[in-house]
């Protein structure tokens, strides 16, 4: 049995960088991945402005408390005319700064009568001043290519001036389930059927990627329909996940389709759940085969799939993120295989304690739905309460 982080290395290193290029309007871009590196058109800041509401100083001894106010300089003015020594001129936050200032004084540190003005104490040169090009030069790279465009970063483009940003185009992913036993919530439920719960948790889990996603619906358990269906998806998307059917049964259809159509690798990974895992090629599509116990197939997404959709995305930084927790459970019984409970979290001093949640079978989704986060159990190892455990959590936000 493979172990899950030579697996998951393995997983990663046979995925191509993310290529292609569109281009597309700043407003439409958050949440895609930049094409190239992009640099800064222009100094930042443009020009010297004022960090403060209250005047510009012109002081060429560094002591002076008395000045003439010879203008005044609101946000978007233009260039003004240059202090002379004992001058000041009445500026607003981001107003350019006259030549000749030595200092801004906030308005509140001042007394003003008519045209005098006088400080409260004498000003610390080049206080409050912003100076063109203090923060980076025109020409720096701002960006670097596969860069996420998250909020700061979508802040700091416009900031510069790009209307229209070069992107990464979105993965297509199919997702399909297998297996007769499947119906569709809402569908009639009859003797021996369940309803289809994997598509929709892996239709969710996509719903947190920038991709496209195409629904392919419940494959039957036949052969034919299975290859068909794989064969029409690998044509239209970059990637293809499935649940169910990846182990060692007859009825196991898509593991055979993909056999049959294109290349695949089963692996049995010593975790629990989700030991058959299986992955590969149908054309130019890469599919990922999920366990079909619905726990199997939620550990695995999270843990494989996840990342490989990152880095087949632009991230350079795919690999799940962990936190230390504390057990605050025991557990005496040995299991050969890395165990990924699902697990509570609750705050204790400036860490976190995690609680197992009652249910861990791998058809169980309640534990799954009430969980914070995976908590890692090395292979054949007793956990004593108190034990450092490394989790991965689970919640939006937190990844
Ligand atoms: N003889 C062996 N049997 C099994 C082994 C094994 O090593 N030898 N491994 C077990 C483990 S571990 C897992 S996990 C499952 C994985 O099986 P498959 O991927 O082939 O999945 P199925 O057999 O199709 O289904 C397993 C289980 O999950 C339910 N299921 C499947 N799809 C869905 C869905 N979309 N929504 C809800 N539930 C689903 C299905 O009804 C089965 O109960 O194999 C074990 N067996
Ligand atoms: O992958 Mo299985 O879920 O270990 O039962």
Redesign the pocket.
């Known amino acids: 049995m493979l172990d899950y982080h030579a697996a998951l290395a393995t997983l990663l290193d046979g995925l191509p960088t993310a290529k292609g290029c569109e281009s597309l309007a700043l407003a439409q871009a958050a949440g895609r991945r930049l094409a190239r590196d992009v640099v800064a058109c222009f100094d930042a800041p443009q020009f010297d402005n004022s960090a403060m509401d209250g005047y510009a100083i012109c002081d060429a001894t560094g002591k002076a408390t008395r000045f003439h106010v010879v203008s005044r300089i609101a946000a978007g003015d233009g260039a003004q005319a240059a202090l002379k020594d004992g001058e000041a001129a009445r500026i607003f936050t981001g107003a350019p700064l006259p030549a000749g200032t030595t200092a801004v004084v906030a308005q509140e540190d001042t007394t003003r009568d008519a045209d005098t003005l006088l400080l409260n104490q004498p000003a610390r040169a080049g206080q409050h001043m912003r100076l063109q090009g203090e923060e980076y030069a025109a020409g720096a790279t701002l960006l670097t290519a596969g860069t996420l465009l998250d909020p700061a970063a979508i802040a700091l483009l416009a900031s510069q001036g790009h209307a229209v940003l070069p992107v990464l185009p979105r993965l297509k992913v199919a997702v399909f389930?297998?297996?007769n036993?499947?119906i569709e919530p809402g569908e009639e439920l009859t003797a021996g059927k369940?309803?289809?719960?994997?598509?929709y948790?892996l239709l969710a889990w996509l719903a947190r990627f920038d991709v496209e996603i195409i629904d392919g619906g419940?494959l039957p358990d036949d052969a034919a329909i299975t290859r068909a269906a794989l064969a029409r998806a690998s044509e239209q998307c970059d990637v293809i996940l499935s649940?169910?059917?990846?182990?060692?049964?007859e009825?196991?259809h898509v593991?055979a389709a993909l056999e049959t159509i294109g290349s695949i690798t089963a692996w049995?990974l010593a975790i629990?759940?989700?030991?058959?895992f299986a992955w590969g090629h149908a054309g130019a599509a890469h599919v990922f085969?999920?366990?079909?116990?619905?726990v199997?197939?939620f550990v695995t997404f999270h843990q494989l799939v996840a990342p490989a959709l990152r880095r087949l995305s632009g991230d350079d930084q795919p690999m799940p993120v962990t936190i230390k927790v504390r057990a605050g459970f025991s557990k005496s019984r040995i299991e050969p295989r890395r165990e990924f409970q699902r697990a509570r979290l609750r705050q204790e001093g400036d860490g976190y304690i995690a609680d197992l949640v009652k249910g861990q079978g791998?058809?169980m989704l309640s534990a799954c739905a009430a969980a914070d986060v995976l908590v890692e159990i090395p292979p054949s190892s007793a956990v004593v309460m108190g034990d450092t455990l490394l989790a991965y959590p689970l919640k939006k936000g937190w990844v």
């Open positions: 389930s297998s297996g036993e499947l369940i309803f289809d719960a994997n598509r948790q419940i649940s169910g059917g990846v182990s060692v049964g009825e196991d593991r049995k629990k759940p989700g030991k058959p085969m999920l366990p079909g116990n619905p199997a197939t791998s058809a």
